[in-house]
């Protein structure tokens, strides 16, 4: 898991970056949750998806935003740390030209984040969002979502209600051939605290399924 520093808009980047054993490998961009609430990508949501990935010959990296762990600059609101994920995706394709197949997955605030990056990446084919906070951010700007994913939301959030995560869907799935699928983990709270597993093998189900080039390897633990 090489540590790898890449030049940000604020100075460096601090990341992790494990490369997949093909030269057309899919590539994928984790996306860790508040930094102004010391979140950081060693985040255990953040981690395990990381490793779900990895585990399924990608190519993916991690990192934190700018003013978290060993990244430069402070926390911006959300403006700047877009920049910032923007800039790791430009860093992974230029390692990886001959892939055709790119994934934005994020936890909370990355979530929000890596929708954003999205409606602005065309090359982005799928999108994994974990808890996105749909009661304290705005998401208008999916409209409509250009790029099928999976939402993953615990039945027990109280920050972000089910019923809020299902207007969110309804108002965003309006893109022909975009169908964006929920799996709501009934007895999880907001951070999947004790049903980690259970949010993993939704992921990896939703992954394996839309993939075309998943090695189909599960890992048997998620931390």
């Known amino acids: 898991m090489p540590e790898v520093i890449i030049n940000g808009p604020e100075g460096r980047l601090e990341c992790r970056y494990m490369p997949g054993n093909r030269p057309d490998a899919p590539t994928a961009i984790i996306l ?9 990508m060693n985040n ?62 994020g ?54 209600t089910n019923d809020r995560i299902v207007q969110l869907v309804d108002k965003i799935s309006k893109q022909k051939g975009v169908t964006i699928d929920v799996a709501i983990i009934e007895e999880a709270n907001q951070f999947f605290s004790a049903h980690l597993n259970e949010a993993m093998d939704e992921v990896a189900a939703y992954v394996d399924a839309r993939s075309s080039q998943t090695n189909q390897t599960v890992p048997s633990i998620i931390g």
């Open 44 to 105: 255990r949501v953040t981690f395990a998806l990381y490793k779900l990935f990895q585990a399924r010959g990608f190519s993916v990296l991690r990192f934190n935003f700018r003013g978290v762990g060993k990244s430069q600059g402070s926390y911006d609101n959300g403006e700047g740390e877009l920049a910032d994920a923007a800039t790791a995706m430009d860093w992974l394709q230029n390692q990886h030209p001959g892939s055709n197949e790119c994934w934005i997955s």
């Open 32 to 40: 860790h949750p508040e930094p102004n609430k010391r979140g950081t």
């Open 107 to 160: 936890f909370s605030f990355g979530s929000w984040i890596g929708m954003q990056l999205m409606m602005r990446r065309p090359e982005i084919t799928g999108f994994i969002s974990v808890s996105p906070p749909a009661s304290t951010h705005d998401f208008t700007f999916l409209a409509p979502c250009p790029v099928s994913g999976l939402i993953v939301q615990g039945g027990q959030n109280t920050l972000v």
